[in-house]
């Protein structure tokens, strides 16, 4: 204010006597006042900036972007430090919008859990007699609503099929609502349920139904094959002249198949998966190598599920030796039998369920039949033994030899 007069003083052709300078000091208050009012207005408009900015925090923070949000925050506060009590809230600041998204979520959960209650009560007050589905535009040929429910619920069970393709199960619930209905029949996921676990899966608790017992325990996957790649480094022998030994890098690949009867295919080879997956679709393949056997689950104390099997070369029929002279005897060689015994736990890996098997034991069992003795011989578990990741075939499953 004093500043503000004396400049208005020293200007020129201003007098400074006393009479003059009362008209002075009036006129010298007007700047003055209009100085405060534009700083007043320039709080208000930080303090408003300062809102807009906090608000806008607390949107990305409900919204997940954490980072934006933290951002907005420090610049609403470099602003107004105590911005955060001076906003009157319409809503409430913990997200109204957040608890109202959570609701709608859980009430879709609760709609998605009574899905198969509330088709079937649709489909019970359409008409008085109950039809699966009914055709969108009218057809001059029979349509698949005519056939009665034990024909479709055997059409379902052959899409399962013997091999447990409940993929193509949960696609056909798609189609409409009496389809969903019959995709979620509790005998078809019990039966299944059975094919896997056998007799220890005859209790229910601690699940809510079989579908969603199949679902969630652990169990290996028979759409696809579990594959293996290792390699490795090895010496070679020394040239003739001796001025330098080879490398050999060595690379193979073990392939295991799971079948819902409880049967198991191990190959190993250096062939790649494009050639070597196709021969592994049947049991009846006529490769060479191949090793045939049974596995079952076992589900430990410690809660984590394992893989035994026994594995085994597929016998083959020896010719029988004519010789030629008539006293000729040939000391015959000690026949034996040679089996694996393997041990692998059943991981997740990722966002695949079951996709995933770590070796545990590795061994080999030669009996002699002549005294039935065993020689078991075990191989240590070290990086050579890499475990084995699951691929999907889509061809394993795409033909149906018998039903459920």
Same mark, same amino acid.
């Given at each position: ?14 007098? =400074? @006597?006393? *009479? ?7 006129? /010298? ?8 009012? $534009? %700083? ?120 399962? =099929? @013997?091999? *447990? ?7 056909? /619930? ?8 019959? $995709? %979620? ?143 000729? %005897? ?75």
């Amino acid at each position: 204010m004093f500043r503000a007069q004396w400049m208005f003083e020293l200007a020129p052709g201003m007098s =400074s @006597s006393g *009479l003059e300078s009362l008209p002075c000091r009036a006129s /010298s208050r007007g700047p003055g006042v209009k100085s405060v009012d $534009a %700083r007043g207005k320039h709080e208000i408009a930080k303090e408003e900036k300062a809102k807009e900015l906090f608000l806008k925090a607390v949107e990305e923070e409900q919204n997940g972007a954490l980072y934006e949000a933290i951002k907005f925050y420090r610049l609403a506060m470099q602003l107004v430090p105590d911005i955060e009590f001076k906003i009157t809230y319409t809503r409430s600041p913990d997200g109204d919008g957040v608890g109202k998204r959570c609701v709608e979520d859980n009430k879709e959960d609760e709609k998605m859990a009574d899905l198969l209650s509330d088709f079937q009560q649709q489909l019970t007050l359409q008409e008085s007699s109950v039809k699966l589905c009914q055709p969108e535009v009218d057809v001059s040929q029979t349509h698949i609503s005519v056939l009665p429910m034990e024909v479709l619920m055997y059409i379902f069970r052959w899409v399962v =099929s @013997s091999d *447990l393709d409940l993929r193509s199960l949960e696609q056909l /619930s798609l189609v409409c609502r009496g389809f969903y209905i019959c $995709a %979620r029949d509790p005998e078809i996921w019990h039966q299944v349920c059975l094919k896997i676990w056998g007799r220890s899966c005859n209790k229910l608790v601690p699940y809510a139904s079989w579908r969603e017992m199949f679902l969630e325990r652990p169990r290996v996957r028979f759409d696809g094959v579990y594959i293996s790649k290792t390699k490795y480094i090895r010496q070679g022998e020394q040239s003739l002249d001796g001025f330098y030994r080879a490398w050999h890098q060595v690379e193979y690949y073990r392939y295991l198949r799971f079948f819902p009867d409880g049967q198991v295919m191990m190959l190993t080879t250096p062939e790649d998966p494009q050639s070597i997956v196709p021969r592994l679709r049947t049991k009846n393949t006529r490769t060479d190598a191949i090793l045939l056997g049974h596995y079952r689950l076992s589900q430990e104390t410690d809660n984590q599920t394992k893989v035994f099997a026994v594995i085994m070369k597929k016998k083959e029929e020896k010719p029988i030796d004519y010789h030629k002279y008539r006293y000729f %005897r040939r000391v015959p060689a000690q026949e034996t039998d040679h089996s694996f015994h393997v041990g692998l736990q059943l991981c997740s890996s990722g966002r695949q369920r079951f996709n995933k098997l770590v070796w545990i034991h590795h061994s080999c069992h030669i009996t002699y039949k002549s005294t039935g003795e065993t020689a078991i011989t075990t191989f240590d578990i070290d990086k050579m033994y890499t475990p084995l990741f699951f691929a999907r075939v889509k061809s394993f499953t795409a033909f149906s030899e018998k039903p459920l």
